[in-house]
């Protein structure tokens, strides 16, 4: 009876989801989890050292499914002699569903269980215990087991949700970093949550005090991920990539993270098991997280570890291009005249070179009447922001020389192309030019950036932060590659392997 506790709660999930249209839920954050993953985040927590009684919170509750997978597990493998369960859920549409449920759940349990279902705010009922943080902590309710699959869902920057935890918030938060450090503060020390969340706060300036709060105040044991990208919520039709953590409240870092990944979320039976130095998975200032999955990854990840400095450090910086064409049709043209110069699009990048041929958009020239808007005619590295998925680089540049077009004396760029310039905005060499290309266009740097950051995008704050080697080294590669002429990726790979990573 204990083993059947999941599928009952699935079976009545999917008549509430009958009736409820998707675009209502998704107003709400509200995504259900599968049979199969639930048991999956379940099945993840480590049991052995639990007490006789234990604390267990499922915040954002929704039908209670991760309740059930987690009191199912229990019931089967634990020696818990007593369950307090405790769930927070906002959504009156689904209570009433909820209530059944937990007393289903309760009828159900082989281990004696009590509920509560609080009808609150998750992060509002909760802020002042937060802000006052350790102050507070014999008061204050902690739990030895949090399981959640939290709402996805922006909020303004000025909510009360987000005024609630400065602490973790940069610009407009999401709801689902707010939860995951909630639960790090709800948890006791030691103990254990396990959250299937986005992607998107492993890398990037605006999750960054999410990840410091959550990887000074806790450590990533296991990280879950999915092979095919698209099948997480597939019923569901979420299509933000989604990963599955287990966090130990613990300053302690442990010396190894356990990454595990399974072809889709309704498919855990090929899963693999890789153990990764946590110092390859957390790293840098910026403490963003790596997922390498091979031991080829975990190689590249090393390689660039070796230097400490980044591009700014050595007197570089990409910056993002300027012109954001649509807003300035004015400044425009469709040809060449009397102060009109060229304005360079991603598709001037070709071969490792910048060249303003035919680019197929009939405005690539831009008046040079407003300073903002143009740029110096100097020596840049261009890259591109954009690639589609099925493209083998996501890492795509190539050497502008401004000697090419003697008689410009500014140029335009389009905010779709990054450029790299020296810090300081002085004259960048050639053979610095061609050694910021090599490195970017080198398999090494191409690999690092995938494993750092899972989207398409090519973000300059990221580039910025990876770390490289002095800028005499990237000068002495630029200088053998303009030797050798070759600008193909196999050719940048032996010279920088041979310059600065031998
Ligand atoms: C992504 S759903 C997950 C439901 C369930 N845990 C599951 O895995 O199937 C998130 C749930 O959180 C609820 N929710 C959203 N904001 C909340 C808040 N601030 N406090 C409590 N619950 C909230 C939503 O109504 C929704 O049911």
């Known amino acids: 009876m204990a083993g059947e506790i999941l599928c009952r709660i699935i079976e009545s999930t999917k008549d509430f989801l009958k009736e409820m249209p998707k675009a209502i839920r998704k107003k709400k954050g509200q995504f259900f989890t599968s049979m199969e993953?639930?048991?999956?985040?379940?099945?993840?927590?480590?049991?052995?050292?639990?007490?006789?009684?234990?604390n267990i919170l499922d915040p954002g509750t929704g039908s209670g499914i991760l309740s059930a997978a987690l009191v199912e597990r229990l019931n089967l493998e634990a020696s818990v002699q007593r369950i307090h369960l405790t769930c927070y859920e906002i959504d009156t549409e689904i209570r009433p569903l909820l209530q059944e449920n937990l007393a289903r759940i309760q009828e159900m349990s082989t281990i004696p269980l009590e509920y509560e279902l609080l009808e609150e705010n998750y992060i509002l009922s909760q802020q002042h215990d937060f802000k006052e943080d350790f102050l507070a902590v014999e008061k204050q309710k902690k739990y030895d087991l949090i399981i959640a699959n939290p709402p996805y869902l922006r909020v303004m920057r000025n909510d009360a949700a987000a005024a609630a935890m400065p602490e973790v918030v940069h610009g407009a938060p999401n709801m689902y970093f707010l939860f995951a450090a909630m639960s790090l503060f709800n948890l006791k020390n030691n103990a254990?949550?396990?959250?299937?969340?986005?992607?998107?706060?492993?890398?990037?300036?605006?999750?960054?005090?999410?990840?410091?709060?959550?990887?000074?105040?806790?450590?990533?044991?296991?990280?879950?991920?999915?092979?095919?990208?698209?099948?997480?919520?597939?019923?569901?039709?979420?299509?933000?990539?989604?990963?599955?953590?287990?966090?130990?409240?613990?300053?302690?870092?442990?010396?190894?993270?356990?990454?595990?990944?399974?072809?889709?979320?309704n498919d855990f039976k090929e899963t693999t098991s890789f153990c990764v130095p946590y110092s390859s998975v957390v790293a840098g200032k910026d403490?963003?997280?790596?997922?390498?999955?091979?031991?080829?990854?975990?190689?590249?990840?090393?390689?660039?570890?070796?230097?400490?400095?980044?591009?700014?450090?050595?007197?570089?910086?990409?910056?993002?291009?300027?012109?954001?064409?649509?807003?300035?049709?004015?400044?425009l043209r469709k040809e060449p005249g009397e102060h009109i110069v060229p304005l360079f699009y991603s598709q001037h990048i070709r071969d490792g070179r910048v060249h303003h041929h035919s680019s197929g958009k009939e405005y690539d020239w831009i008046v040079d009447a407003k300073p903002g808007l143009i740029q110096k005619n100097k020596n840049y590295v261009f890259c591109k922001r954009f690639t589609a998925k099925e493209e083998r680089r996501r890492l795509q540049c190539g050497v502008y020389l401004s000697e090419d077009y003697p008689e410009y004396a500014s140029i335009?760029?389009?905010?779709?192309?990054?450029?790299?310039?020296?810090?300081?905005?002085?004259?960048?060499?050639?053979?610095?030019?061609?050694?910021v290309y090599a490195l970017l266009n080198s398999t090494l740097f191409d690999q690092y950036y995938r494993v750092l950051n899972g989207s398409t995008q090519v973000n300059s704050t990221e580039i910025n932060s990876i770390p490289v080697p002095p800028f005499a080294k990237i000068r002495q590669i630029g200088e053998r590659v303009l030797a050798s002429g070759d600008l193909t990726t196999p050719a940048c790979d032996q010279i920088v392997m041979e310059v600065a990573y031998g």
């Open 37 to 54: 993953t639930a048991r999956y985040m379940a099945g993840m927590f480590d049991l052995s050292s639990l007490p006789e009684e234990i």
């Open 192 to 265: 254990e949550m396990v959250y299937i969340i986005p992607r998107s706060w492993t890398s990037g300036l605006y999750f960054h005090h999410f990840r410091k709060y959550l990887l000074t105040n806790g450590k990533l044991v296991q990280i879950h991920l999915f092979v095919s990208r698209d099948k997480v919520f597939k019923e569901e039709e979420v299509l933000q990539e989604t990963m599955i953590i287990k966090v130990k409240k613990t300053v302690k870092e442990p010396e190894f993270v356990n990454l595990t990944s399974s072809q889709s979320s």
């Open 287 to 331: 403490l963003y997280v790596f997922l390498p999955t091979s031991l080829e990854e975990m190689d590249v990840i090393h390689k660039i570890h070796r230097y400490t400095h980044t591009l700014p450090e050595e007197g570089l910086r990409m910056r993002t291009g300027i012109v954001v064409d649509f807003r300035q049709w004015d400044e």
């Open 412 to 435: 335009g760029t389009q905010n779709k192309i990054n450029y790299v310039d020296l810090l300081d905005g002085s004259y960048m060499d050639a053979q610095t030019a061609y050694g």
